[in-house]
């Protein structure tokens, strides 16, 4: 089996939330010319209220590691890290290292907060320098770890490839469930889902005044119960709110808490935006247009997903529930 | 190979493969850029340098974009300009100004910008300081980091590791990461002063860098009951090329006769030239090369006047510590000079005398306040102002430098060879001594005094010389981290080499830390080759051959060795690691 080929047939989009098409990353490595590369399965899954990737490692741990194992044999000269969060590491060295065998894979446990995550932060802790983001481009895909191509894809989208390998894969994706809702938990459903079949068909739509954020559960835009006819994107985390119970306040100190612990201070909007915004919230003082410009930098100048996206949740919130 | 792009509606033919800021810099198109600086990596880190690229969405870091055939960039509009100024004024929440003790004397590129947007009301003050209560700290008696002006550019933390320090690190405290000095027990701060020119926020400055300017010269004042002294000033080789440009003169401009008259004018009673006395380190130096030869011992010799890598070696290296040549720096040989030669000479009590130097060297000013470089119990030199600060001494007395009359320096120590004056260059040192060793191995003359092979800006530049007979290796190296690595690499066997040049500062002196800033490779470059072309302008080219050096050895060391010994050498031992103070 081509499994480019398979990847290409299924559009497969990775699954780390940025969506690239994962035969072309594979194709991209497989291409370059180079004497060795490298394949790293990412399961450093750090953004808020999404247990997506444990729960896969937890249940499907054989698919990701063939997954893996399909890409070894995809490109050649290739060896594998699979980068873990360090609780998961412990949890599931045993279980992947059954799986791995012979195969060249190494465990690597993750260094650094949430940005740790990013794929040129990975290759930056496994040449054992500071977890600070790579200018791109060059991509990982033609100068990755130790200057070589690499590969880097999420648990999920390899636990794809595994399941397409098996020709088992029928177009499915995980979702987290959270918040307050009735049943929390990871599900597995269609991967064109909207927020709205994924509440009712998990039995969680609720029946109070509620939104939703949907996407991440810090970066997830919000989304009030009229708007539930879109797909949920970035990595699947469907996080329900009770309107009246919710202090928004509370809720966006959650949120700058996360971004000012996981981000790297590497660049000026997010390093310094990130922290007026969180300014103003403990002083409960939200100034419209400093918000609309520290929006605006964010979005436009930040040096990494992780601050271009980090506006998103307050601008929704603030615009449709705090008003 | 060149393409054709677009930039703002004109076209241009550039090499591919530049970055959009070099394009525009070569093209005199404005672009703002903070954390950028052509002796580091690109970082894209401030966030200010961003431009538009026709069919790109986002907003793109000018510095770190390559251009490509067929770009067309435009680097003023309105989204921009919003963008410049919103990161602008963050920039400025985290930088407590003080710019009127700045060593960036009201030329920061912070200001600069703030006034270029001046029309969309950028507002320097709109958020509070957040790093208000940040420490100063300040490191042995040299360098000041107030951490309250750092704008998180890093550029000091790379520099320093650049250097192969790596004192300065970045910590996290609570959930924002600082730039604080290492507590490691091992790791030590050199006082290269490489962090005071790398930075574009002026966080770093020397401890002198203000307050103190006026200090070395009140022994000449009377003071109650207090008799004058006599104030005596030297200038080290760098400065004659790069003071100009504190007073708008362009890179490398000689202005020796300037300089000192401008020392005069400030009131020093006496002005010397260090190349004189670098004229006598190498004489010394090249006789330790020669005897350290006869008797095979200690080889190779490793240079000794750069304050900060002797520092260095004494805490990282200290099994090189029997290397490092024991004769003095040029600043300190010309100090003990003054004090012992010329005093009697002069009839003048030693302890009268004031002797100030005006180094482009920050380290210099730890170098003075060691013990083993006193002669008959005095320090050789009592003050050390840097380039910056002679400067600043100047604009404070409103003196035009530009438009002073050349004076000569006074006789005795004023006049020096050629090799004295290419001292402030990487490989000057080296020059110089292989001009007297030379000589004095084979006892034959010289013809070709250039040395060209350890000249340039390369970080590790080897030659092979014959000497009698045999071939000698030497080897020159530029920038403490070029050090580290030399001396770190498996492979290479140090044992083969006779002597080693080592200069902390990138490009030699003319680099160091105490010199005008901005700095760069290009203005480093023309620094360098304003002191080659003195050094072939000059009669004398050889330190031995200097009338001066000549006379001192014959009518004053051959009768006083034991003076000749202090006046010309001292020790090193192994350091334990200096005083780093939070104010």
């Known amino acids: 089996m081509d499994i480019i080929k398979e990847l290409k047939k299924h559009n497969v989009l990775g699954r780390s939330g940025s969506c690239f098409p994962a035969h072309l990353k594979w194709q991209q490595v497989k291409s370059a010319k180079a004497a060795k590369k490298y394949i790293i399965c990412n399961g450093s899954e750090g953004e808020l209220k999404s247990f997506k990737d444990e729960y896969i490692l937890e249940n499907y741990s054989e698919y990701v590691v063939e997954g893996i194992k399909q890409a070894l044999k995809a490109i050649p000269n290739s060896s594998a890290f699979i980068y873990l969060k360090k609780d998961y590491y412990k949890k599931f060295k045993k279980r992947l290292k059954k799986h791995i065998k012979s195969s060249p894979i190494k465990l690597v446990k993750k260094r650094g907060g949430y940005l740790g995550g990013e794929e040129t932060v990975i290759c930056e802790v496994l040449e054992d320098r500071r977890p600070e983001p790579r200018i791109k481009p060059p991509y990982p895909s033609y100068y990755g770890a130790f200057g070589l191509p690499t590969l880097v894809n999420n648990v999920e989208t390899f636990y794809v490839a595994g399941k397409i390998a098996k020709k088992e894969y029928e177009n499915e994706k995980f979702f987290s469930v959270s918040g307050d809702v009735k049943n929390k938990g990871v599900f597995k459903l269609d991967k064109c889902s909207t927020v709205k079949q994924i509440l009712k068909q998990t039995d969680n739509y609720p029946v109070f005044d509620f939104f939703v954020q949907s996407g991440g559960g810090a970066m997830g835009e919000i989304l009030l119960p009229r708007e539930l006819n879109k797909q949920v994107e970035g990595i699947g985390c469907v996080v329900v709110f009770d309107k009246e119970k919710t202090d928004p306040f509370k809720l966006m100190k959650e949120w700058t808490f996360f971004f000012l612990q996981g981000n790297c201070d590497k660049c000026t909007p997010c390093r310094e935006g990130i922290y007026r915004i969180d300014e103003m919230i403990n002083k409960n003082n939200l100034d419209k247009k400093t918000l609309d410009d520290i929006y605006f930098v964010l979005e436009k100048t930040s040096f990494c997903p992780l601050g271009k996206n980090a506006y998103k949740p307050f601008k929704t919130l603030i615009k449709k529930v705090i008003k | ?583």
């Open chain 2, 1 to 583: 190979m060149k393409v054709q792009i677009t930039i703002n509606n004109k076209k241009y033919k550039v090499d591919e493969g530049k970055t959009i800021l070099e394009v525009c810099e070569e093209n005199g198109i404005d672009i703002p850029a903070l954390c950028h600086h052509p002796d580091l990596d690109i970082k894209a880190s401030c966030r200010l340098c961003l431009v538009q690229i026709k069919g790109v969405k986002e907003l793109v870091t000018a510095c770190s974009e390559r251009v490509c055939k067929g770009y067309n960039i435009l680097t003023e509009s309105a989204e921009i300009t919003k963008a410049r100024k919103i990161n602008l004024e963050l920039l400025f929440s985290q930088h407590k100004e003080e710019c009127f003790d700045c060593v960036w004397n009201y030329n920061c590129e912070l200001l600069r910008l703030a006034k270029k947007y001046k029309k969309y009301k950028v507002k320097i003050n709109r958020f509070e300081d957040r790093k208000a209560k940040y420490p100063v700290y300040r490191f042995g008696n040299v360098i000041e980091f107030d951490s309250s002006k750092c704008i998180d550019c890093r550029n000091c933390v790379e520099m320093c590791s650049k250097q192969g320090v790596g004192f300065l690190e970045i910590k996290e405290k609570g959930s924002l990461f600082q730039v604080v000095p290492s507590a490691k027990k091992n790791i030590d701060c050199i006082y290269c002063g490489q962090c005071i020119n790398h930075c574009p926020a002026g966080a770093f400055e020397t401890v002198d860098e203000f307050e103190n300017i006026e200090k070395p010269l009140l022994p000449a004042c009377r003071q109650a009951g207090k008799k004058n002294k006599v104030v005596v000033a030297q200038f080290a080789p760098a400065i004659r090329t790069s003071i100009g440009e504190e007073f708008g003169l362009a890179g490398g401009k000689v202005v020796l006769g300037q300089l000192v008259a401008a020392l005069r004018k400030v009131g020093f009673n006496k002005v010397f030239d260090t190349s004189v006395g670098a004229d006598f380190t190498t004489t010394s130096e090249a006789l330790e090369v020669v005897e350290r030869i006869k008797q095979n011992k200690n080889l190779p010799v490793l240079t000794s006047c750069c304050p900060a890598w002797v520092k260095y070696v004494e805490q990282r290296y200290p099994k090189y510590i029997k290397n490092i040549s024991t004769t003095k720096s040029p600043q300190t040989i010309l100090g003990a000079l003054i004090k012992t030669y010329w005093a009697q000479k002069e009839k003048i009590n030693p302890k009268n005398i004031y002797v100030v130097s005006i180094m482009p060297c920050t380290a210099k000013k730890f170098e003075i306040e060691r013990p083993q470089l006193k002669v008959q119990g005095m320090k050789s030199v009592d003050y050390v102002l840097t380039t910056r600060e002679f400067a600043r001494l100047l604009m404070r007395r409103k003196i035009n430098f530009a438009k002073l009359k050349p004076e000569k320096p006074d006789a005795v120590f004023g006049n020096p060879s050629g090799a004295g004056v290419i001292y402030g260059a990487t490989g000057g040192v080296m020059e110089s001594a292989f001009r007297t060793a030379y000589e004095k191995l084979t006892g034959k003359t010289l013809k070709n005094v250039d040395f060209k092979k350890v000249r340039g800006m390369q970080g590790i530049k080897e030659a092979e010389v014959k000497v009698g007979g045999k071939v000698r290796k030497i080897a020159v190296i530029n920038g403490l981290g070029n050090a580290k690595k030399f001396l770190n690499e498996k492979k290479r066997k140090i044992k083969q080499y006779t002597c080693i040049e080592v200069m902390a500062c990138p490009g030699g002196c003319i680099g160091g830390g105490g010199q005008p800033i901005p700095t760069s490779n290009d203005i480093r470059v023309k620094r360098a080759d304003s002191l080659y072309s003195l050094d072939k302008a000059k009669k004398v080219r050889k330190a031995h051959e200097n009338p001066i050096v000549k006379k001192v050895y014959k009518d004053y060391f051959s009768n006083n060795e034991k003076i000749a010994h202090q006046v010309l050498h001292t020790s090193y031992n192994k350091k334990p690691k200096g005083p780093v103070v939070k104010l």
